[in-house]
T-cell receptor, first 111, second 110 residues
Framework: EDKVVQSPLSLVVHEGDTVTLNCSYE??????LLWYKQEKKAPTFLFML????IEKKSGRLSSILDKKELFSILNITATQTGDSAVYLC???????????FGQGTTLQVKP | DGGITQSPKYLFRKEGQNVTLSCEQN?????MYWYRQDPGQGLRLIYY???????QKGDIAEGYSVSREKKESFPLTVTSAQKNPTAFYLC?????????FGSGTQLSVL
């Protein structure tokens, strides 16, 4: 069965801390892995990863994919209270284009 | 403004009632999706449509129905057969392999 597992499920840190969110997957037809940030309601796109070992960066956020070990990490440095959100990882299937989502990691950044 | 519009934001369903959630997009995207989100869980795919007049069941299609008569519109009906409909419903469309989401509808049972 295809599945995506995120860890930890929830995390509480203080402003300025660095956090690492994990996403592991077992799918039969992998095309890409995507990270989304969900605050309040609609998830917003962060990164799409297709190749191993190539880090993608956007400000204080970065992500990398390991297709051999079947996982990705999302790093957030110098966290701010505005980083508080649910972070969703999803894997896109190459045969159908469908996305399989993980459970999400709820991050709370305290002042 | 281009985007995906879901309505209503909040919806209440009575026992045995069918309700329809609206999803409209003006992004000219071909593919559209409906996801269900329960507390502490990721998004689960209900139905998707890759082209007008065609749609496929997702992982949890039982108790739901959809139509895709126009490219811009992909309404979801939650039927009385769906015994646990309370959840947050997200509509999405894709462009260049990226999902764009609407703001969601929270459905609750009276």
């Amino acid at each position: 069965e295809d599945k995506v597992v995120q860890s930890p499920l929830s995390l509480v840190v203080h402003e300025g801390d660095t956090v690492t969110l994990n996403c592991s997957y077992e799918v039969t037809n992998f095309r890409s892995l995507l990270w989304y940030k969900q605050e309040k309601k609609a998830p917003t796109f962060l990164f799409m990863l297709t190749s191993s070992g190539i880090e993608k960066k956007s400000g204080r956020l970065s992500s990398i994919l390991d297709k051999k070990e079947l996982f990705s990490i999302l790093n957030i440095t110098a966290t701010q209270t505005g980083d508080s959100a649910v972070y969703l990882c999803a894997v896109e299937m190459s045969n159908t284009g469908k996305l399989i989502f993980g459970q999400g990691t709820t991050l709370q950044v305290k002042p | 403004d281009g985007g995906i519009t879901q309505s209503p934001k909040y919806l209440f369903r009575k026992e045995g009632q069918n309700v329809t959630l609206s999803c409209e997009q003006n992004l000219n995207h071909d593919a559209m999706y409906w996801y269900r989100q329960d507390p502490g869980q990721g998004l689960r795919l209900i139905y998707y449509s890759q082209i007008v007049n065609d749609f496929q069941k997702g992982d949890i299609a039982e108790g739901y129905s959809v139509s895709r008569e126009k490219k811009e519109s992909f309404p979801l009906t939650v039927t009385s057969a769906q015994k646990n409909p309370t959840a947050f419903y997200l509509c999405a469309s894709t462009w260049n392999e990226k999902l764009f989401f609407g703001s969601g509808t929270q459905l609750s049972v009276l």
